[in-house]
Structure formats: structure tokens, C-alpha cells
């Protein structure tokens, strides 16, 4: 009795023909791909930076400083993979997949929570004239422009006006993170110097489905001067999922060659809990030489509401800078902070970053 192949279902015979099924699928798929039209070229790019600094910290809001070796410093380290290809008239397809890293550990993310790619992670479309669609895990244009209107860039360490916006040893006055995921989001092209980008984010925090996450942004760039205005809505914090805020940001940046100047506006207005806070910022880098720049800010925020908090916070930061070379960078800091009724604290700092 010659024994018979057979599937679960017990029909004879049955795995053979899965089996053919699947080849001939795969020789048709190769077939077909073949016969695909290449229409432009295709890349891919590896890219990152690693930073390290070393200080000796005592905020306004803490009784005691400590000393402490960190992961970042001016920028949070970070690596990423990014490609695009060329699909005929002016049109690409994109991706990015970026993950911060704290190298002074060698762990994943800015901390525990933060995922694989939690920097960004998007595929989407562009095209010259129409501008740039991405859909996914994308940086808020708020902290972008907040970014571009200090001299200390996107530091969650060492800036005035990012420190006191997001960092909670800064009392920091925004909500959310500097990164929204199930973000649709549309990058208009430049028209005479002036773009926007608008940011939707849907809410998937339990029972706050439909309480959708906002930004609407416009910039303007002509020579010397940079113009960012945002207006940002955020209704699905994970740390505040039932808190509403609204965030309003204004400035300019210029660069007057000996000298370029930063300053910025912000305000939020918390109607959840009815807190509300004015930031005020300035700023400027001055380059000593080709190759090195002195940095100051100074950032100052008040809570407007409820009346009987009305607390004033002052920061500032003062750094030298020297590129080593056109990728690894060296700097000194130092960095003072004081919130009333609080005794006043300093930072002194250096560090060192490196891209790749």
C-alpha cells in the first residue's frame, strides 16, 4: 500500500499542490517585477550624531546639585536610515526611521518609554511643486521652530527656551512631547521665501479617541531673516490625556555676518486646568574665528493664571563652541537658573558631539 501525502483537511495530494501553487506565484511576481518600468533612481542613507557631556547641575527647583556624565547635551544623540526614490515627474517616494540613543549607557530612546523609532518614523510623498506628505511618527514643527529661534538649537540640556517649555526640572509649561505619532503632515514648498506646515495627529489615549492633536505653522525666510509663527492644540498628552492646552509661538532670528540674533515669544493657555504661562526669549551667537562662536540666551517665563501663582522664571546660558572639525564639535558651558521664592542655581558643563 503506497502511502499518500496529505493536507490537514485530509485530501490527498494537497501539500503538492500548495507547493506548485506558491512557485508558480513567485515566477509570476519576478515576471511582472521585471517588467516594471524604472523610472528614476533610488537611495538609501545611514546618518546620526552621538554627544556626551559632563556637569555639575543644581536647578532652581532642587535642593541639591549633582554631578552627572549624559548622553546629548546641544543635540540628543540619535541614529536614522532614510531613502528615497524617483517615480517620474518631480515626484519621490520618501521614508525615515529615527531612533534616539543615550550612549553613556548604550540604551535605546531619551528613556525607558520611548520605542525603537521614536525620533521619526514616516513614509510618505514629495514633489517640487506641490510640496511634501508624510504620514507616521513625525517631530512637531512647534520644537523645530523653537529650535531654529535659539542659539542652542534643539538642547533639552542647555537651551533657555527649550529647557522651560518641555523639561520638568524647568517647570516646563508644554504639553506632550517634541514628537506626535499617527501624525499626517504636510509640508507646503517655499513660495518667495514663505512655506507652512500643517500637523494632524489622532488620539488613540483611551476614552480621548477624537481628541485630536493640531499644529498649524508658517515661515518665512529672506537673506538674513527668519520668520516662525505656530499655533499648536493638544488634546491627547500621554503623561496629561484629559488636559487641553493651546500654544502660541512668534520670532525671528538675524544675521547681521558679526553677529546673528535670536527672539521669541510664547504663550500657553492650559483651559483644563486654567494655568497659563508668557515666555519670553533672546538670544545670539557671535563666531569668534572660522571655526568657533560664543552662545547666550536668556529666557524668562511667567504663569499668567491662576493670579495667585504668579511665578517668574529666569534661565540663562552662556557657551563657547569649537568645531574640531567639520563634524566633531567641542563646547564649555554654563548655565544659571532661578524661579521666585527659590534659591537660585547654576550649571557648569562640557561636552563634546560627533556626526556621522
Known amino acids: 500500500m503506497k502511502n499518500k501525502i496529505k493536507s490537514l483537511t485530509g485530501r490527498p495530494y494537497a501539500g503538492m499542490k500548495i507547493i506548485f501553487a506558491a512557485a508558480l506565484s513567485m515566477v509570476w ?5 521585471q517588467a516594471l518600468p524604472d523610472l528614476g533612481s533610488s537611495s538609501v542613507q545611514m546618518y546620526g550624531l552621538i554627544g556626551m557631556y559632563v556637569d555639575q ?26 531613502g528615497q526614490e524617483d517615480i517620474g515627474a518631480g515626484t519621490r517616494i520618501i521614508f525615515a526611521l529615527e531612533s534616539f540613543f543615550r550612549p553613556n549607557t548604550g540604551q535605546m530612546g531619551r528613556n525607558t518609554t ?4 521614536s525620533r521619526n518614523s514616516y513614509v510618505g510623498v ?19 521652530n523653537q529650535s531654529m529661534l535659539n542659539p542652542f538649537g534643539s538642547s533639552v540640556v542647555f537651551s533657555p527656551l527649550v529647557t522651560q517649555s518641555y523639561v520638568a526640572g524647568y517647570n516646563g ?69 484629559t488636559a487641553d492646552q493651546y500654544l502660541y509661538l512668534a520670532g525671528a532670528t538675524w544675521d547681521a555676518n558679526f553677529a546673528k540674533f535670536y527672539g521669541a515669544f510664547q504663550t500657553t493657555n492650559t483651559t483644563t486646568s486654567q494655568v497659563g504661562s508668557h515666555t519670553y526669549e533672546l538670544g545670539v551667537s557671535i563666531p569668534v574665528n572660522a571655526v568657533s562662536a560664543v552662545l547666550a540666551e536668556w529666557a524668562i517665563t511667567r ?19 569649537y568645531y574640531l572639525s567639520k563634524r566633531t564639535q567641542v563646547y564649555g558651558i554654563y548655565s ?7 534659591p537660585s542655581g547654576s550649571t557648569y558643563g562640557v561636552g563634546i558631539q560627533h556626526t556621522f
Open 29 to 33: 511576481g519576478a515576471a511582472n517585477a
Open 57 to 82: 547641575s543644581k536647578l532652581s527647583s532642587t535642593p541639591h546639585g549633582t554631578v552627572q556624565e549624559g548622553g546629548g547635551g546641544l543635540v540628543t544623540s540619535y541614529w536614522g536610515i532614510r
Open 114 to 117: 520611548d520605542g525603537l523609532f
Open 126 to 144: 514629495t514633489n517640487d511643486a506641490y510640496g511634501t506628505l508624510k504620514l507616521g511618527l513625525q517631530t512637531t514643527q512647534t520644537y523645530l
Open 173 to 241: 509649561t508644554v504639553l506632550g512631547d517634541t514628537v506626535w505619532g499617527n501624525t499626517i503632515g504636510y509640508y507646503s514648498p517655499s513660495f518667495a521665501g514663505l512655506s507652512g506646515v500643517a500637523q494632524y495627529s489622532v488620539s488613540t489615549v483611551t476614552g480621548r479617541q477624537g481628541r485630536d492633536n493640531l499644529g498649524l505653522h508658517l515661515m518665512y525666510k529672506n537673506g538674513p531673516l527668519q520668520v516662525a509663527l505656530s499655533a499648536q492644540r493638544v488634546r491627547a498628552a500621554i503623561a496629561t490625556p
Open 303 to 321: 504663569q499668567t493664571a491662576p493670579k495667585e501663582q504668579n511665578t517668574v522664571h529666569n534661565t540663562g546660558s552662556l557657551a563657547y563652541a
Open 336 to 342: 544659571y537658573d532661578k524661579i521666585s521664592a527659590h
